[in-house]
């Protein structure tokens, strides 16, 4: 056999099959999965910044991205954009504690009794499809035009999606599961925390990340409700001055903390659900 003969391919494969399924391996290691990630938005905003220079997009109309990240900056040096941001913090985080509490509450006794499934799940649904803006007037009403109807809309918000969700993970529990749970002699408390809550927890944790977003879109309307502070405020007032450099500033910075938050559940998720199987490999 000489030096330069073919070495042949496989038993079952053609040469170029062969070669074939070694190229995507070679293509995807060439980059990092999470740098792969990035490159789509890269490539839109050097899209958007060589539009702006070349005069495409008026500043008036939209800012270009390196004016964004100049006012940013300012923004965070001279202190404004963090105590902003704090003020904002302080309105999710304490209308998430409410509505999550009250959904999580709410799920259990619909979902684990049918009496309480009677009670309960007729009025959620009917204020699930009440739109956010139409209890903006009622709120004022209620609670006036301090930080209470803020706090209310989030929670509001983030109440819905983990009642759907934790109450259908709940019902969609394995009867064979609660059956074998019975015959190793568990009772009703032992069976709902040790097999109908597991059970549950995988839908619960995708309500906890709808329930995020969802608290974090509230909080833009609710900060439309006389606000003197937030990343609202901040939007609104430079909407005044037709500041869009600014309002971006605002939107990035929910983007950046909806995906933060998102990021961090997707964490615990996997942590939680570590003896759950993964269609899809890292």
Not at 117 to 146: H, K, N, S, Y
């Amino acid at each position: 056999m000489s030096d330069t003969q073919a070495v042949p391919a496989p038993r079952g494969l053609l040469p170029g099959a062969a070669a074939g399924l070694r190229r995507p391996t070679l293509r995807r290691s060439a980059l990092p999965p999470k740098l792969r990630r990035f490159l789509s938005p890269l490539v839109l905003v050097l899209l958007w910044q060589a539009a702006s220079m070349a005069g495409l997009i008026a500043p008036r109309t939209l800012a270009a991205p390196t004016a964004i990240l100049a006012s940013a900056w300012e923004l965070t040096l001279s202190g404004e954009l963090p105590s902003h941001l704090l003020v904002s913090l302080g309105r999710v985080l304490s209308g998430l504690g409410i509505g999550l509490s009250a959904g999580i509450a709410l799920a259990l006794v619909a979902g684990l009794s049918k009496l309480g499934e009677e009670i309960v799940d007729a009025p959620m649904q009917m204020l699930r499809t009440m739109p956010f803006l139409a209890l903006v007037p009622l709120f004022i009403l209620w609670f006036g035009i301090g930080e209470t109807p803020k706090i209310a809309l989030v929670a509001l918000g983030a109440a819905f999606p983990v009642y759907l969700t934790l109450f259908s993970g709940i019902r969609g529990v394995e009867p064979k599961l609660v059956e074998a749970g019975r015959i190793f002699g568990l009772d009703r408390r032992g069976l709902i925390r040790h097999v109908i809550l597991p059970g549950a927890l995988p839908s619960a944790l995708v309500g906890l990340r709808y329930a995020l977003g969802s608290a974090w879109l509230s909080l833009v309307i609710a900060e439309q409700i006389n606000a003197t502070a937030g990343i609202g405020f901040l939007v609104n007032d430079a909407r005044e001055f037709l500041r869009t450099d600014v309002i971006v500033v605002g939107l990035l910075v929910y983007a950046l903390l909806g995906l933060g938050a998102d990021a961090l559940v997707r964490l615990v998720e996997r942590r939680a659900l570590a003896w759950r199987p993964s269609l899809v490999k890292e």
